[in-house]
């Protein structure tokens, strides 16, 4: 744990000071990569943000405006539907992607133009409960 930062130090004085006293205790010896140059990346300037979502296993449909990421959702909310077994559960997962399309239709558009009508829940519950039927 590093020390307070005293009172009428600038905040790069005490910094350099920790990076130096870190140095002095060699605990930036033998560092894997050391020596060797930063590897080139050729990957743009959000190329970490893609590399950390790679690593992290996240969508990245959550970076995009809504715009483009409710009818991403919304494509996929089939393959979701057809593993569900209960019908509050199928309702709850219509009603969610449903609200935020509502509000962002409510809301200034940012991004480009949200092409995307609110959706029929009762027709997706229906199709839903009607697919349960002919698969049984």
């Given at each position: 744990?590093?020390?307070?930062?005293?009172?009428?130090?600038?905040?790069?004085?005490?910094?350099?000071?920790?990076?130096?006293?870190?140095?002095?205790?060699?605990?930036?010896?033998?560092?894997?990569?050391?020596?060797?140059?930063?590897?080139?990346?050729?990957?743009?300037?959000?190329?970490?943000?893609?590399?950390?979502?790679?690593?992290?296993?996240?969508?990245?449909?959550?970076?995009?405006?809504?715009s483009l990421a409710l009818p991403k959702e919304v494509e996929r909310l089939p393959e979701r539907l057809v593993r569900?077994?209960?019908?509050?559960?199928?309702?709850?997962?219509?009603?969610?992607?449903?609200?935020?399309?509502?509000?962002?239709?409510?809301?200034?558009?940012?991004?480009?133009?949200?092409?995307?009508?609110?959706?029929?829940?009762?027709?997706?519950?229906?199709?839903?409960?009607e697919s349960r039927r002919t698969n049984r």
């Amino acid at each position: 744990m590093t020390e307070r930062k005293p009172p009428g130090m600038s905040f790069d004085t005490w910094v350099e000071r920790q990076i130096r006293r870190a140095v002095e205790r060699g605990e930036f010896d033998d560092l894997p990569g050391a020596g060797k140059p930063l590897p080139r990346r050729n990957d743009g300037e959000l190329g970490w943000v893609a590399r950390k979502l790679e690593k992290e296993n996240l969508d990245a449909t959550a970076l995009l405006p809504p715009s483009l990421a409710l009818p991403k959702e919304v494509e996929r909310l089939p393959e979701r539907l057809v593993r569900q077994r209960d019908e509050r559960e199928v309702r709850r997962l219509v009603e969610a992607p449903d609200e935020r399309i509502r509000r962002a239709h409510a809301a200034p558009q940012v991004g480009p133009l949200l092409r995307l009508g609110p959706l029929d829940i009762e027709a997706v519950v229906r199709t839903w409960r009607e697919s349960r039927r002919t698969n049984r």
